[in-house]
Nanobody, 125 residues
């Protein structure tokens, strides 16, 4: 059973920071890449960042240098540190996976991933 539960969204001013968290079921966390995805108003879901079980990362060009994905294997938790937020970062952010080990593959599968959390809203004004 795959369980993904996001938290940490909110409203911030441009230039501010937020940290998102995703608690994942232990089996999923240990074996597969996990990623953060978002859906901006009027758009489809897009990949933001993904990370493999051993820490290899993949970032969308739009967030490189501003966002950092990380994982705590002892807590089975995925994080997304978001700095220098911009109004166009406003979106529903989702944690997702699809039983693949490569973060590149996970990002390439967007939006056709099999397992999604419920999402957490980020609003930047």
């Amino acid at each position: 059973h795959v369980q993904l539960v996001e938290s940490g969204g909110g409203s911030v001013q441009a230039g501010g920071s937020l940290r998102l968290s995703c608690a994942a079921s232990k089996v999923t966390f240990r074996q597969f890449s996990l990623g953060w995805f978002r859906q901006r108003p009027g758009n489809g879901r897009e990949g933001v960042a993904a990370i493999s079980p051993d820490g290899i990362t993949n970032y969308a060009d739009t967030v490189k240098g501003r966002f950092t994905i990380s994982r705590d294997n002892t807590k089975s938790t995925l994080y997304l540190e978001m700095n220098n937020l911009r109004p166009d970062d406003t979106a529903m952010y989702y944690c997702a996976t699809d039983f693949v080990s490569s973060p590149d593959t996970l990002m390439a599968l967007t939006p056709d991933l099999g397992y999604w959390g419920q999402g957490t809203q980020v609003t930047v004004s």
